[in-house]
């Protein structure tokens, strides 16, 4: 279900990170997946099938990536060290953002990784 959750979630996105975001601390919040579907109700929007085949595919990329632990962080498709945290990339946001010469350089990054999503939402991934 909550698979579905997530689904619904992301097709009736207006923000995706910001809405990948707020649904990943909300799970984490309560951590029980009969009040966290009853707080997200997806009323059939995501079908079993959609579901499942996403999944699938999810479990297919860990095998391809030879993910063997969680967390497991990745940047720019390099798997980092397990003694960073995700917390501990914060700091280096303004180094990246001057990397690309400005807000315009990430700006175009966002852009490039909401057209991803797109495709993959194309390809049922």
């Known amino acids: 279900m909550i698979i579905k959750t997530w689904l619904h979630a ?13 649904l990943i601390e909300e799970w984490y919040e309560v951590m ?7 707080s997200h109700p997806v009323n059939g929007a995501v079908s079993d099938t959609k579901a499942e ?3 699938q595919a ?8 030879e993910i063997a632990k969680t967390p497991t962080s990745f940047m720019n498709g390099y798997e980092l060290p397990s003694a960073y945290r995700v917390k501990d990339l914060v700091p280096l946001i303004p180094g990246l953002v001057d990397a690309f010469g400005n807000q315009n350089g990430l700006k ?4 490039n990784s909401n057209s991803m999503t797109n495709s993959e939402k194309k390809n049922n991934v």
């Open 53 to 55: 085949e996403c999944s």
């Open 108 to 111: 175009k990054m966002i852009d």
């Open 58 to 65: 999810h479990y297919d990329w860990i095998k391809q990536a």
């Open 32 to 38: 029980d997946t009969e009040k966290f579907s009853d």
């Open 10 to 22: 992301l097709e009736e996105r207006t923000n995706v990170i910001s809405n990948g975001q707020t």
